[in-house]
């Protein structure tokens, strides 16, 4: 069971707060809601006795969220594969919630993107996941949403760095990546 004021998190959507528990009569049936504010003042309805079935949880607490930054720093462990698996691969990870394997997703879809490019349904998937990453980051931080970005860029950066550069040399790969949400520019070169 939930408070109103927690901190939660709904997979595929990030993490939000608990506004109010509200009771709705929804097509003759009366039950009590989550009523949670999610980012950009975004309100999603869950039904309580549901909310363990569609996987809330209660966000990470700042130890967990080292181990996430941890996760950022290893090195991709997906072996070539086509992107339709890849996609579904990724697609199955982001579905659990956990966000161990939705930094996983990150963190693999980063190092594709900077080495061959992804296509369109890879960089969609890629900028909801670095949302769904900095949501529940920015209120285990309890930091700016900024702040969580650049830290996640960062962390990305030099295990890429650590892990593909450093053995093949600077000049291999694709100089670009995908920016979070509200960043004018689409790509940089």
Do not use: C
């Not at 969220?65 to 991709?76: H, I, M, N, P, R």
């Not at 698996?85 to 879809?109: F, H, P, Q, S, W």
């Not at 990546?177 to 960043?183: L, M, R, S, T, W």
């Amino acid at each position: 069971m939930f408070n109103v004021g927690d901190y939660i998190v709904y997979p595929m959507h990030g993490a939000g707060t608990i506004d109010a528990i509200e009771e709705k009569n929804i097509l003759g049936q009366k039950q009590a809601y989550y009523i949670i504010k999610m980012p950009d003042d975004v309100k999603v309805m869950i039904p309580t006795a549901q909310a363990e079935k569609v996987g809330i949880r209660n966000v990470i607490d700042k130890e967990q969220a080292e181990k996430v930054f941890e996760v950022l720093s290893e090195d991709d462990k997906q072996t070539e594969m086509n992107w339709n698996k890849r996609y579904r691969e990724n697609m199955d990870k982001m579905k659990t919630g956990d966000i161990y394997e939705v930094a996983d997703v990150v963190r693999n879809l980063s190092f594709k993107q900077k080495e061959k490019g992804l296509s369109t349904g890879e960089k969609k998937m890629l900028s909801n996941a670095k949302q769904i990453l900095v949501s529940e980051l920015v209120l285990a931080e309890k930091s700016s949403q900024e702040f969580v970005e650049n830290l996640i860029d960062d962390k990305i950066t030099q295990s890429y760095k650590t892990f593909r550069l450093d053995s093949v040399g600077e000049n291999v790969g694709v100089n670009k990546f995908i920016p979070f949400e509200g960043n004018n520019d689409s790509v940089v070169g």
